[in-house]
């Protein structure tokens, strides 16, 4: 069974820097581009960051310079690392995985992505 398992969100002040991971089981890891979504009330999911399999990334612009996304092959474990947080940056975060094997994919298109974990909130206060 295919699972992801999103931890560390939570209350932070404007400036915080969390970090976030998900955990995957159920398939062959290394395989699959990862990558992070969040959903705010009210709003679309968005693309936050990807990692293809080769180590690629890509970011939306709203968090370039700010967020760091990576992965630990080995522990199976992907990370997103949030630094100097806005208010705005409150949302649930999602892991997610790539649709297909060996395929690479950009932060554009949740539809790129065929499994998801159950979500993380964080939330920024000023």
């Known amino acids: 069974q295919v699972q992801l398992v999103e931890s560390g969100g939570g209350s932070v002040q404007s400036g915080g820097s969390p970090r976030l991971s998900c955990t995957a089981s159920g398939y062959t890891y290394y395989t699959y581009a990862m990558g992070w979504f969040r959903q705010a009330p009210g709003k679309e999911r968005e693309g936050v960051a990807v990692i293809n399999n080769d180590g690629s990334t890509t970011y939306a612009d709203s968090v370039k310079g700010r967020f760091s996304i990576s992965r630990d092959n080995p522990k199976r474990t992907l990370y997103l690392q949030l630094n100097s947080l806005k208010p705005e940056d409150t949302a649930m975060y999602y892991c997610?995985?790539?649709?297909?094997?060996?395929?690479?994919?950009?932060?554009?298109?949740?539809?790129?992505?065929?499994?998801w974990g159950q979500g993380t909130q964080v939330t920024v206060s000023s």
């Open positions: 997610a995985r790539g649709r297909d094997p060996w395929r690479r994919v950009g932060v554009t298109r949740p539809a790129d992505f065929g499994v």
